[in-house]
C-alpha cells in the first residue's frame, strides 16, 4: 500500500508542481485563487437584510438545481455504453503491481474522494457566487455546501465505480444500474407530477411547490443533502445532522461495497484503461477531434478557400460534417436559465447576465486549441495572424449561434420587445468576441492547455479586467440624453471588438513556434 | 537548402538541443541519427517553426517561420495528424487550397497510385490504419512539390513493401535536386540512402560524416563509438 499511497500523493506533488512551475503560471494561479477566495469572502460578508423564509426558498431553489446538475452528470457518466476508471499509466501500475485487490480499490477510491473534491470546490465557488444575490451566506453555510457538494459528487462518482466493476465481474449486473435510475428518476417524476396543477396556478407555481416538496427529502443522498442545508438554514440542527448523516451512511455502504468487489476485472479494466488513454492521446495530437462514436455525415462537394482561407473553409467543412455548431448542454443551459428567469420574474436584464455566463463558457479555445496541435496550420503559408483570425470563425459562428438560441424565445417567454432584444444580441455578441480573444490570450499566457481548469479561472479574470472599457463606454453614453440603446451598445460593441482584436494580435506569435506541438 | 546555425531549444532547464548547427544540401539526403532523446525531432520540429527556439534557421535562404520559407518545404511528422472527420481527397483539397498549389491534387493522385492509396480516397481518416495515415501524411507533406523535405521517423507503421516504395521516393526526390533531412534511430533502414550524416548525443552533433568520407568504418560504429554504445 505504501507504493500506492507514494504514487498518490507523487501525482498531486506533481499537478501542484506544474501550477508553480514557472513564476507566470505561479503568480497567475495565485492571483487566481486570491480572485476566488476573495469573491466568497465579499459574498459570505454580504449580509444585507432579507427575510428567513426567502432564504431558506432561496437555498431549496439553488439545491435544486446544484442536486439536478450532478444528478444529470451521474446519469450521463452511468449510462455510458463504455467507460474507463483509469488511464494507461495508472493501469500498469496498479493492475500490474504486487497489490492486494483491495488495495487496489482503496487507491481507486482516494482518487475518486480527491477528484470530488475538486469538483466540490469548483461547483460550490460558482454556486456561491449565483447565490449571493438571494441568500444570506454564512461561514456554516458555505462549509455545509460544500460538505454536500463533496458528498454528493463521491456518491455519484463511486456509484459509477461500482457498477462500473459490477458489470465487469457480471455482464448482466447492467440491468440492476438500468434499474436503480429508473426508480431514481421515476420517483423525482413522480414527486413533480404530483405537484402539476394542483391549485390551477400554471407552471411557475407548480415549480415552486415542486423545489419545496417534502417528498424530496426521500431521495437518497440528493434529497437528504438538500435537506440538511434548509435544516441548516431554517435552524434545524436535528433535520441538517439526520441529512448528512443518512449521507454519509450511505457514502460509506458504496465505499465497502466497492472495496467487497470481487471476481476478474483486471483485464477489461486495463483494455478500457487503454481505450481511454487512447481517446485522449488522440484529442491531445488531434487525431480526434471528439469522441470516436463522433457521427460524420459526407459531404457532397467541398470547396476550400486559398491560403489561410483554406483552414476557414476545412473548419466549416468539419462543423457541416459533424452538425456541431450548438451542443445540447448549451441548450439545455440556455432553457433552464429562461426558465429561471421566468419563474422568478426577473425580467430581461437579469436573463442577459445568465446568457452572458452561457457565453462565457460556451467562447472557450477547444476547437481552435485542437487546430492549434495539428502541425498544417503552422506550416500554411500564409500570415499569423491571417490563419489565427481564420481560426476564429467557426468559434465566432458558433457564439452567434449561442446568441441567437438565447435570444429567439425571449420575445415569447420574457415579453420583451426586438428593440430590446437587438441591442442585446449585440452586446453579447461583442462579449462572446471579447471572450474568445481572451481564452486565445490564455492560451499564449499558460502554453499549454495541461490545466484547462486554470485556464478558465484565468480566463475568468482577464474577461472582468478586459471588459472595463466597455463598462465605462456604456456608462458614459447612458449620460447623453436622447442616446437610444442600439447606439450605446453599438459602442460597446466597437470597444469589445477593439479589444478583441487587440487580444487576437497579442496572440498571435502562438503560430510562430510554440509548446504545443513539443510532445 | 536547409541551413541552422547555433540552435538551441530548452524546456525549463533542460537544453533538448544545444548549439546545434547543420545544412541538408540540394540534391542529398542527410540523416539525423542519434538514441532516443538525443533531440532528433526537436530539431526537426524546430526547422518546421512548430517551437521556439534561439539561433537561426534558414530554408532556401529564408528565415523558417516565413511564408517564403513555408513555401519551400514539406513536413513528414512522426505521429500522423490528420482531420478524423476529412477524408483522404478532402485533406488534399484543403492542403492543394493552402499552399495554393494548382498541380496539388494531380501530384497527389499520383502519389496516392504509388503509395496504393488511390482507391480509398472516399475514407475518413479515422477509417484508416496508422500505415495508411502515415503514407497520406507523406502525399499531403509532397503535393505541393517542396524543394526541402524534413522527415521525422518515417518508417513507423510502414509495411515492407510500402517502406520500399518510400525508399524509392526519396530516392527520385534526392535525384530531382531537392534537399531532404530525415531524422532516425534506425541506422539500417537509410544506409544505402544517406549522403550526409549528423550523429546527434545529449542534444549536441558529436560527429559530422559525409559518406565520400566515409572511409573503412561502416556509420553504424562511428554511431556507436559517439554515443558510447547507446543503442539507437
Request: hydrophobic letters at 50%; proline letters at 3%.
Amino acid at each position: 500500500m505504501n507504493a500506492l499511497s507514494y504514487l498518490f500523493f507523487v501525482k498531486l506533488k506533481a499537478q501542484l508542481r506544474r501550477l508553480f512551475s514557472k513564476p507566470t503560471s505561479a503568480i497567475v494561479t495565485l492571483l487566481v485563487v486570491g480572485f476566488f477566495g476573495f469573491s466568497i469572502y465579499s459574498a459570505v460578508r454580504n449580509r444585507e437584510m432579507m427575510s428567513a423564509m426567502m432564504n431558506v426558498q432561496s437555498v431549496q431553489g439553488w439545491m435544486m438545481l446544484f442536486c439536478g446538475y450532478v444528478l444529470f452528470l451521474m446519469t450521463i457518466m452511468i449510462l455510458q455504453k463504455r467507460s474507463a476508471i483509469v488511464t494507461r499509466d495508472d493501469a500498469q501500475f496498479i493492475f500490474a503491481g504486487p497489490f492486494t485487490r483491495k488495495q487496489t480499490l482503496a487507491y481507486l477510491l482516494i482518487e475518486t474522494v480527491e477528484g470530488s473534491l475538486i469538483y466540490a470546490l469548483i461547483a460550490v465557488a460558482y454556486i456561491l457566487m449565483m447565490m449571493s444575490s438571494t441568500v444570506i451566506l454564512t461561514v456554516p453555510l458555505v462549509l455545509s455546501l460544500i460538505l454536500s457538494s463533496l458528498l454528493m459528487f463521491y456518491f455519484a462518482f463511486a456509484l459509477f465505480t461500482w457498477f462500473y466493476f459490477l458489470e465487469l465481474v457480471k455482464p448482466r449486473a447492467k440491468w440492476l444500474k438500468y434499474g436503480f435510475l429508473a426508480v431514481l428518476l421515476g420517483f423525482i417524476g413522480l414527486i413533480a407530477i404530483r405537484n402539476v396543477g394542483f391549485d390551477g396556478g400554471g407552471i411557475q407555481s407548480t415549480i415552486t411547490r415542486f423545489v419545496a416538496d417534502p417528498l424530496f427529502n426521500w431521495v437518497p443522498v440528493f434529497g437528504w443533502c438538500k435537506m440538511a442545508l434548509i435544516g441548516l438554514v431554517s435552524q434545524d440542527m436535528t433535520t441538517c445532522l439526520i441529512g448528512f448523516a443518512a449521507t454519509l451512511l450511505v457514502c460509506a455502504g458504496i465505499t465497502a461495497l466497492i472495496l467487497n468487489v470481487k471476481g476478474d476485472f483486471y483485464e477489461q479494466a486495463i483494455m478500457d484503461a487503454e481505450w481511454i488513454s487512447e481517446l485522449r492521446q488522440n484529442a491531445r495530437v488531434r487525431r480526434s477531434s471528439g469522441g470516436t462514436n463522433e457521427k460524420v455525415v459526407s459531404v457532397k462537394q467541398a470547396r476550400f478557400g486559398s491560403g489561410a482561407a483554406a483552414l476557414v473553409s476545412k473548419n466549416l467543412l468539419i462543423l457541416r460534417k459533424t452538425r456541431r455548431l450548438l451542443s445540447l448542454q448549451e441548450v439545455l443551459l440556455i432553457a433552464i436559465y429562461l426558465g429561471i428567469v421566468w419563474m422568478n420574474g426577473q425580467g430581461f436584464g437579469f436573463y442577459q447576465f445568465f446568457v452572458l455566463i452561457v457565453l462565457f463558457t460556451s467562447a472557450t479555445t477547444d476547437r481552435i486549441a485542437q487546430d492549434l496541435r495539428v502541425f498544417y496550420l503552422y506550416l500554411i503559408p500564409d500570415r499569423p495572424l491571417k490563419k489565427l483570425a481564420a481560426l476564429m470563425v467557426p468559434s465566432m459562428l458558433h457564439i452567434v449561434a449561442v446568441v441567437f438560441a438565447s435570444l429567439v424565445f425571449c420575445p415569447f417567454v420574457l415579453g420583451c420587445s426586438w428593440t430590446e432584444i437587438i441591442p442585446a444580441a449585440l452586446m453579447m455578441t461583442g462579449f462572446g468576441w471579447l471572450f474568445l480573444s481572451a481564452s486565445l490570450v490564455c492560451l499564449r499566457l499558460m502554453k499549454s492547455r495541461s490545466t484547462p481548469l486554470m485556464e478558465q479561472m484565468i480566463k475568468m479574470v482577464f474577461c472582468l479586467i478586459l471588459a472595463i472599457p466597455y463598462g465605462i463606454t456604456v456608462v458614459a453614453l447612458m449620460f447623453v440624453p436622447g442616446l437610444p440603446a442600439l447606439a450605446v451598445q453599438l459602442a460597446g460593441l466597437a470597444v469589445n471588438g477593439l479589444i478583441g482584436l487587440a487580444c487576437l494580435a497579442l496572440a498571435t506569435p502562438l503560430l510562430s513556434g510554440n509548446n504545443l506541438m513539443a510532445d | 537548402m536547409i541551413e541552422v546555425y547555433h540552435v538551441t531549444k530548452k524546456y525549463g532547464l533542460f537544453k533538448a538541443v544545444d548549439d546545434l548547427s547543420l545544412t541538408a544540401n540540394n540534391g542529398r539526403i542527410t540523416i539525423l541519427l542519434g538514441p532516443n532523446g538525443a533531440g532528433k525531432s526537436t530539431t526537426i520540429k524546430s526547422i518546421a517553426g512548430l517551437l521556439k527556439f534561439d539561433g537561426k534557421i534558414l530554408i532556401d535562404g529564408f528565415p523558417n517561420s516565413s511564408v517564403d520559407a513555408k513555401r519551400r518545404f514539406g513536413y513528414i511528422p512522426e505521429t500522423p495528424v490528420l482531420y478524423d472527420q476529412l477524408t483522404i481527397r478532402e485533406h488534399i483539397q484543403f492542403i492543394s487550397r493552402a499552399y495554393q498549389s494548382e498541380q496539388g491534387e494531380i501530384r497527389a493522385q499520383a502519389l496516392l497510385e504509388r503509395l496504393e492509396l488511390a482507391d480509398k480516397t472516399k475514407k475518413t481518416a479515422r477509417e484508416l490504419s496508422k500505415g495508411m495515415s502515415q503514407k497520406l501524411s507523406m502525399v499531403l507533406a509532397l503535393l505541393a512539390d517542396p524543394d526541402s523535405i524534413l522527415i521525422d521517423e518515417p518508417m513507423i507503421g510502414l509495411d515492407p513493401a510500402a517502406i520500399e516504395t518510400v525508399l524509392q521516393l526519396l530516392k527520385e526526390l534526392r535525384d530531382e535536386g531537392k534537399s531532404i533531412l530525415i531524422s532516425t534511430h534506425i541506422i539500417d533502414m537509410f544506409e544505402s540512402l544517406w549522403d550526409d550524416a549528423y550523429i546527434l548525443h545529449q542534444g549536441k552533433i558529436v560527429r559530422e560524416v559525409r559518406r565520400e568520407d566515409l572511409g573503412d568504418q561502416s556509420l553504424k560504429e562511428i554511431f556507436f563509438a559517439c554515443t558510447q554504445g547507446e543503442q539507437g
